[in-house]
């Protein structure tokens, strides 16, 4: 039961912290672009990755979107929830808004692009 109720608050808590963190993304050109691409994409952790060859101009702005993911999520955190939990419900949501063509990470560790149907996500993700 306790389980239940971390899971629920860390769900509320996560759709607040994806929200913030997605839509101040979304402003970065750079990122858009990237994303359009399928240069990058989401993984179940909770943050971006990059996939195939990484420029040095990619890794700094996947690096920059997981700093700023990771505060969020620390300042999310709590109630008996770790960070990496946290994160992890934030994985499962955020891949879950992923748009018809852009890419995620399904849970064995592969790209896949997003079709019209849902994506493959971890199991544990409600």
Same mark, same amino acid.
């Not at 040095?56 to 997981?66: G, H, T, Y």
């Given at each position: 039961?306790?389980?239940?109720?971390?899971?629920?608050?860390?769900?509320? &808590? &996560?759709?607040? !912290?994806? $929200?913030?963190?997605? &839509? %101040?993304? %979304?402003?970065?050109?750079?990122?858009?672009?990237?994303?359009? !691409?399928? %240069?990058?994409?989401?993984?179940?952790?909770?943050?971006?990755?990059?996939?195939?060859?990484?420029?040095?101009?990619?890794?700094?702005?996947?690096?920059?979107?997981?700093?700023?993911?990771?505060?969020?999520?620390?300042?999310?955190?709590?109630?008996? &929830?770790?960070?990496? +939990?946290?994160?992890?419900?934030?994985?499962?949501?955020?891949?879950? +808004?992923?748009?018809?063509?852009?890419?995620? %990470?399904?849970?064995?560790?592969?790209?896949?692009?997003?079709?019209?149907?849902?994506?493959?996500?971890?199991?544990?993700? $409600?």
């Amino acid at each position: 039961m306790k389980m239940f109720h971390i899971a629920a608050l860390i769900a509320i &808590a &996560a759709a607040g !912290a994806v $929200v913030a963190t997605a &839509a %101040q993304a %979304q402003r970065d050109p750079a990122y858009a672009a990237a994303r359009a !691409a399928g %240069q990058v994409g989401e993984q179940p952790d909770g943050y971006l990755g990059i996939v195939g060859a990484a420029t040095p101009a990619l890794r700094a702005l996947v690096n920059d979107i997981n700093i700023k993911r990771k505060a969020a999520y620390a300042r999310q955190a709590g109630n008996g &929830a770790t960070i990496e +939990q946290f994160a992890f419900v934030s994985g499962c949501n955020l891949v879950l +808004q992923t748009q018809p063509g852009e890419r995620y %990470q399904t849970p064995t560790g592969s790209w896949a692009t997003r079709s019209a149907g849902a994506p493959t996500r971890d199991p544990r993700c $409600v």
